[in-house]
């Protein structure tokens, strides 16, 4: 009825951000925001944090490698890069609960087009047999 054809469309703008597949995602997260600093958690990826809370020295070399990283405070810009080759709704928020509840986070829906066509792996079949034999 509202003329919706995908799950982002039903959600206000600047909540899901659609990512195409295999490319590196560079993401910049400044410090300083009330409730600083802020525990970020990525789902579906680990990531290279290239730029730490507390520097200014960006190391694309041999970055620690995470889940979560801090914001820091103001003047910080931490930065993280990931690749885009885990398909599917992946969750980024913080740590903090009642930050999540106010709404602290956002969803990276990657390579869109093969999660709608369907990617179950032949695994899933096995499951649940019976369901299987009857449908």
Request: aromatic letters at 10%; charged letters at 15%.
């Amino acid at each position: 009825m509202s003329g919706a054809r995908s799950a982002q469309d039903l959600l206000p703008a600047g909540n899901v951000y659609t990512l195409p597949r295999n490319k590196t995602v560079e993401l910049i997260i400044p410090g300083g925001s009330v409730g600083s600093p802020h525990p970020f958690h990525l789902h579906g990826h680990n990531f290279d944090v290239v730029r730490s809370a507390g520097s200014s020295v960006y190391n694309y070399l041999n970055p620690v490698r995470r889940d979560v990283v801090s914001t820091g405070y103001t003047g910080d810009n931490v930065t993280i890069r990931f690749t885009t080759n885990n398909p599917g709704p992946w969750f980024l928020h913080c740590h903090i609960d009642w930050h999540l509840d106010n709404g602290l986070a956002i969803v990276f829906a990657e390579d869109v087009g093969s999660i709608a066509k369907g990617m179950e792996p032949e695994e899933w079949k096995e499951l649940c047999p019976m369901y299987e034999a009857a449908h």
